[in-house]
């Protein structure tokens, strides 16, 4: 389960939005407490504390896939540890399409991590979905999202 703020998540559709046409990405900062009921990592729980806003570099396709500056990645661990949270978890957007977790999405999938993924209709949010990666077959699979 993740738990994420109204205010951050009205601040993640507002970027999504104002992204649109083309995908938005950056990090969740945050604290992750591991499950214990499961050995999937399914049950572990997601809290959601900062955000941190990144460029979508990609040139030929960007209404379709996201990527990141090289460097971004270490850039933000950094940022984490200062701020005493860790990167938990990415974010992204899919104009005019559901947020579904694609196979790009599934290829690049990393255990204890939170996927969250905006779907933005014709501008405007559509819906918001999570994902996790349950390691015992290595696919991403929904979670609750629980906004407070």
């Given at each position: 389960?993740?738990?994420?703020?109204?205010?951050?998540?009205?601040?993640?559709?507002?970027?999504?939005?104002?992204?649109?046409?083309?995908?938005?990405?950056?990090?969740?900062?945050?604290?992750?407490?591991?499950?214990?009921?499961?050995?999937?990592?399914?049950?572990?729980?997601?809290?959601?504390?900062?955000?941190?806003?990144?460029?979508?570099?990609?040139?030929?396709?960007?209404?379709?896939?996201?990527?990141?500056?090289e460097?971004?990645?270490?850039?933000?661990?950094?940022?984490?540890?200062?701020?005493?949270?860790?990167?938990?978890?990415?974010?992204?957007?899919?104009?005019?399409h559901?947020?579904?977790?694609?196979?790009?999405?599934?290829?690049?999938?990393?255990?204890?991590?939170?996927?969250?993924?905006y779907?933005?209709m014709?501008?405007?949010?559509?819906?918001?979905?999570?994902?996790?990666?349950?390691?015992?077959?290595?696919?991403?699979?929904?979670?609750?999202?629980?906004?407070?």
């Amino acid at each position: 389960m993740v738990k994420i703020s109204t205010k951050t998540n009205n601040e993640l559709v507002d970027i999504s939005e104002k992204g649109f046409p083309y995908e938005v990405c950056g990090f969740l900062l945050g604290e992750l407490e591991y499950g214990v009921k499961e050995s999937n990592g399914m049950d572990n729980q997601f809290h959601i504390k900062e955000i941190l806003v990144c460029e979508n570099i990609n040139k030929e396709t960007p209404e379709i896939r996201f990527e990141m500056k090289e460097g971004e990645y270490q850039q933000a661990e950094y940022t984490a540890k200062e701020r005493g949270l860790r990167i938990i978890g990415i974010y992204h957007s899919h104009p005019n399409h559901q947020s579904y977790a694609s196979p790009t999405d599934n290829l690049y999938a990393q255990p204890d991590t939170i996927y969250l993924i905006y779907s933005i209709m014709s501008s405007k949010f559509n819906e918001l979905k999570g994902y996790i990666l349950n390691t015992k077959d290595w696919e991403l699979q929904e979670t609750k999202i629980q906004i407070t």
